[in-house]
T-cell receptor
Framework: NAGVMQNPRHLVRRRGQEARLRCSPMKGHSHVYWYRQLPEEGLKFMVYLQKENIIDESGMPKERFSAEFPKEGPSILRIQQVVRGDSAAYFC??????????????FGQGTRLTVV | GQSLEQPSEVTAVEGAIVQINCTYQTSGFYGLSWYQQHDGGAPTFLSYNALDGLEETGRFSSFLSRSDSYGYLLLQELQMKDSASYFCAVREYRGYTDKLIFGTGTRLQVFP
């Protein structure tokens, strides 16, 4: 059973370009979460999705950032018109059940975005 | 709002025991988790406490006191490979949302 798969592992973009980050959850997992981690900092929640639905996007910047989890295919985190401050590691996590059913979240290896 | 506080750094020698504390303020609390992250790596799950008390998994143990909004991770028989960052996280569930809120992280350095 493959773990959470993220690609690309490393992504370099020039200011103003678009970045698309992909995440395939573990098999059987329908809950996907995106987190951002700046150097030497903790993980900041961005968005929680289930298939075809955004459940909680309270951590997403209001502009330039969007996320989706289509019926078929991976979850996508999209950053338009990137700026240097977007440089960070972006982690995706998936879980099988909700919090009240006591289960852990599994993380992918992350995508390290560098904006030059 | 939610917040979790951890010491920023802890150092210890091989074979020693170290305790990493975590205090939290949050609503919709459903348990305290601990994750380990090596430099450049992914966070990996270590333990989860939903109820008060101590959970033991090999060399690692985790404790929770819900009345004190406090928990800790205890690492015994430290090894060099335990050098990493350790994050406590609260699973926040409010009926419509479900997410992990992470602490600031504690960087553990193990010396020979």
């Amino acid at each position: 059973n493959a773990g959470v798969m993220q690609n690309p592992r490393h992504l370099v973009r020039r200011r103003g370009q678009e970045a698309r980050l992909r995440c395939s959850p573990m098999k059987g997992h329908s809950h996907v979460y995106w987190y951002r981690q700046l150097p030497e900092e903790g993980l900041k929640f961005m968005v929680y999705l289930q298939k075809e639905n955004i459940i909680d996007e309270s951590g997403m910047p209001k502009e330039r950032f969007s996320a989706e989890f289509p019926k078929e295919g991976p979850s996508i985190l999209r950053i338009q018109q990137v700026v240097r401050g977007d440089s960070a590691a972006y982690f995706c996590a998936s879980s099988k059940k909700r919090a009240d059913q006591n289960t852990e979240a599994f993380f992918g290896q992350g995508t390290r975005l560098t904006v030059v | 709002g939610q917040s979790l506080e951890q010491p920023s750094e802890v150092t210890a020698v091989e074979g020693a025991i170290v305790q990493i504390n975590c205090t939290y303020q949050t609503s919709g609390f459903y348990g305290l988790s601990w994750y380990q992250q090596h430099d450049g790596g992914a966070p990996t799950f270590l333990s989860y406490n939903a109820l008060d008390g101590l959970e033991e998994t090999g060399r690692f143990s985790s404790f929770l006191s819900r009345s004190d909004s406090y928990g800790y991770l205890l690492l015994q028989e430290l090894q060099m490979k335990d050098s990493a960052s350790y994050f406590c996280a609260v699973r926040e569930y409010r009926g419509y949302t479900d997410k992990l809120i992470f602490g600031t992280g504690t960087r553990l350095q193990v010396f020979p």
